[in-house]
């Protein structure tokens, strides 16, 4: 299993930036997929998820309406699309197929100004 994120670096507040996380190793279009973020000294915590199918959303309260969820199975990536950033999204940011016990590398975000 593999899971590659990307898409993360400084931002100002109030700007966007779209994360990226591109999944091997298991049947992608089969799993429920969510990004979870991990700021310093705070537990993780999941912010968006999807469905296999993709027809169902959900997201956490602190980022709804701000930030979307997405996925491509053609190319076994899954989106984030966070807008309207605050410095209380800085934090490391991670997907993860929800049945299975394997976490990415992360990718940084920090918005900042």
């Known amino acids: 299993v593999q899971l590659v994120e990307s898409g993360g670096g400084l931002v100002q507040p109030g700007g966007s930036l779209r994360l990226s996380c591109v999944a091997a190793g298991f049947s992608f279009s089969d799993y429920y997929m969510a990004w979870f973020r991990q700021a310093p000294g705070k537990a993780r915590e999941r912010v968006a998820s999807i469905s296999s199918s993709g027809s169902s959303t959900d997201y956490a309260d602190s980022v709804k309406g701000r930030f979307t969820i997405s996925k491509h199975d053609g190319k076994n990536t899954v989106y984030l699309q966070m807008n309207n950033l605050r410095p209380e999204d800085t934090a490391v940011y991670f997907c993860?197929?929800?049945?299975?016990?394997?976490w990415g590398q992360g990718t940084q975000v920090t918005v900042s100004g």
């Open positions: 993860k197929a929800m049945s299975l016990d394997f």
